[in-house]
């Protein structure tokens, strides 16, 4: 090639912006042009709507698959408006529909992230062939409507309304996307997983595209962590059901809150997950470090001080504890810090510290509250057949692999 031919400069840069930005590169903002990008739309809608709820107190988010390939998200937080008028704390929906400058990603402890990727509505928006945005306020309905990113029109009064929310409606893109199909199973579990780790939130999925009845599947859990631990034992067949020990605690040490449930049954490994701002760490990190040492430190100090024939033998290591153990740890951080690119493992040493301290307290109460099942407990870890070799260790990746 001649030095001619090979010549580059400036004007052969290419700048795009706005939605054809994110068009030309879909896979950078939603990971995949195949279904699990078009799930990842949804969970950007969703989670706009989710924390529009948690900033209210509380309330409901309803997801829809209708029968034309669009998804409709409603929920009845106050919102905001379309147009940002005056002091409103932030930017109005229409800002953050059309562009990546609507001001800093919301984070902290008070966000719940549902996505993987976090790129916001300007990216669902524009790799969706046509989104509807509905805001419900003060007695009207406004309304604008966008075709790939672009606004057809300025938002518009259509008419009263009745309560406050606001719905986004989208059909993503069959010139972007490989299939515009969504998974019902994968939407559930992840709606399950949030509704479990924010007590409070009420999330609806309804399916219209099958021939018939339309599916639908309602989660709230009034009890967060501890339904969810007694229901992942449901789930893995055990044939012991005790009370499920759980607590939450704020702790200004580690800017954030800690919900830990736990239980021991007749499953013979260790079954534990791991959230941090409502996102699955598979990989664990500090706050499952942490709770594994306030067990082990609750375990050994009971067993010593009842004089329980356990007292002579060395402390249990992480195996022995774990086994029969199912348990989720969600932790809410202002400032998580993460250990890769995939956040898929925690790194902040101030929440180990707070875990396990937390932890050996709660249970330590717990086992002298409850003497009997306490040393059941007990001696079960120290005399389990077959010690450390009776079950293997495990952090469940989240979400589901099959598709409907």
Known sequence: MSGEGAGYDVARIEVLEGPEAVRKRPGMWVGSIGERGVHQLVFEAVGRAVNQVL??????????????????????????????????????????????????????????????????????????????AEVRCKGVRRVQKYARGVALAPPAAVGPATGIGTTIAFWPDTEIFDTTRCS????????????????????????????????AVLFRFPDGVRDFVAALDAEAGADLHPDVIGFERED???????????????????????FVNSRATAQGGTHVDGLRDGVAAAVTAYARKRGLPAAADPEPGA??????????????????????????????NDVRVCDGEAVREHLGNWFEEQPERAAEVVDRIFHQEGNSSGGARQQPRDGVAGCD
């Open 55 to 132: 900033a209210g107190g509380g309330g409901s988010v309803d997801v829809t698959l209708t029968p034309d390939g669009g998804v409709r998200v409603a929920d009845d937080g106050a919102g905001v408006p379309l147009e940002a008028v005056g002091d409103t704390g932030g930017p109005g929906l229409e800002a953050l529909l059309t562009g990546f400058s609507a001001g800093p990603e919301p984070s902290g402890r008070h966000i719940a992230a549902v996505g993987h990727v976090g790129s916001g509505l300007f990216v669902a928006n524009a790799l969706s062939s046509r989104l509807t």
């Open 184 to 215: 019902f199973a994968v939407l559930a579990e992840r709606f399950r997983q949030v509704a479990f780790l924010n007590r409070g939130l009420g999330i609806s999925l309804t399916d219209e595209r099958p021939a018939g009845e339309p599916r």
């Open 252 to 274: 200004p040490r580690m800017a954030g809150t800690m919900e830990v449930a736990l239980l021991w049954s007749g499953l013979r490994e260790e079954r534990i997950r791991s």
């Open 319 to 348: 195996d022995r504890i774990g086994h029969n153990l199912t348990g989720v740890v969600s932790v809410k951080l202002d400032r998580p810090e993460f250990l890769g690119a995939t956040r898929a493992l925690l790194g902040n």
